[in-house]
């Protein structure tokens, strides 16, 4: 199998990725003997909780509202092979902005698949609108999360940066 095709890179990422989780997965089961990983009563309550305010987020996203409503004043945003936001003002003007004022309809997030441990929400997920030239805009994302409060204090952004420079560099803003 040729893993140098972008399909068989997303293969391997996805198969990895999975392959991580399914490990995280069995030490959550056997955390009692893990440091840092207690069996809390409360976790899968929490777990669920946190699923469940990611997924009203994407869905008030997919509305035509905005996703960002999650984020905590003071999140600290990391653009995997970017930069990090250290406030939601600041990634919402530097690292949001380009792309979503280049876009002529919402961009409407497809959950591909999510896992949570604890506090961290891992949302692997699509991206797919039009932008304002008419040209497609789509992206493979994975945000791993780190929720308080119902709201993301932290986050690890991976995303395809060849098609978010495809877009800045194909549309100039006034």
Request: hydrophobic fraction near 40%; aromatic fraction near 6%; include cysteine.
């Amino acid at each position: 199998m040729d893993n140098a095709t972008p399909n068989g890179r997303r293969l391997l990422l996805t198969a990895g990725l999975a392959g991580g989780l399914t490990v995280l997965a069995g030490a959550g089961a056997a955390s009692a003997a893990t440091p840092g990983k207690p069996d809390v009563p409360g976790r899968p309550a929490t777990e669920r909780r946190n699923k469940e305010a990611v997924r009203h987020a994407f869905a008030r996203q997919n509305a035509g509202g905005d996703i960002y409503d999650i984020l905590h004043d003071q999140v600290e945003w990391t653009i995997v092979n970017g930069r990090t936001y250290t406030s939601k003002a600041e990634f919402l003007a530097q690292g949001s902005a380009p792309i979503m004022d280049r876009l002529a309809s919402t961009l409407v997030m497809t959950i591909r698949e999510m896992w949570a441990d604890g506090d961290t929400v891992i949302i692997r997920f699509s991206g797919d609108s039009t932008a304002v030239d008419g040209v497609d805009y789509h992206n493979e994302y994975c945000w791993i999360w780190q929720l308080r409060g119902g709201q993301v204090v932290r986050c690890h952004a991976f995303l395809d940066m060849v098609a978010v420079r495809e877009l800045i560099d194909r549309i100039d803003l006034p």
